[in-house]
């Protein structure tokens, strides 16, 4: 595991990301419940146009992911607040081999500020929506951690906060099928190389 210090959204940021496979899309390579994602070739071409021009050329917001953003900082004190700690934000980690990257909320703790009716839904769930678990079990294998905590937060609305504990047979999963996809797009890059 390598800690990259950077601001989130910087340039430093986006340029250490750039073209590698990050948790928030490990739902593009492999699902929640262990099978190859679909969308894992759009994906990959994606990273490897991100390699060759040398910039991110695509990005999507919503209006919900915009306020995420916005109430992130509540979220993260609220937690703080409740679990009596002090959380650590880092803006990248890798792992060893810098081929794939997360950057988390916080130290152990991914944060969601989702539509009111989807975080009704998580709080009758009581756990980590399965939308999240490629992401939050990709953060535990690259941050060497045992666990993570899930938050989904709407400042009108109780608070979810949920322990996810490491699930080595669906990171061992993970860990395969990332390896599979990183030997494809080498590969694809190598072709667009040579033509």
Known sequence: MIVHDF???SPEWW???LGKPTASRFKDIYTSTGKSAAGADGYMYGLIAEQVAGKQLESYSNEWMT???ELEPDARNYYQLVRDVEVQQIGFVTNDAGTVGCSPDALGLEIKCPAPHTHIKYLIDR???AEYVPQVQ???WI???DHWDFMSY???LPPLIVRVERDDKYINGLSVEIDKFLEK???KKALLEAA
Do not use: L, W
């Open 7 to 9: 601001a989130q959204q």
């Open 15 to 17: 340029a250490i990301r």
């Open 67 to 69: 306020r995420g953003t």
């Open 127 to 129: 756990k980590c929506p």
């Open 138 to 140: 990709g953060s535990i």
């Open 143 to 145: 941050c060497e951690a």
């Open 154 to 156: 709407h400042p009108d």
């Open 185 to 187: 797009m080498a590969i």
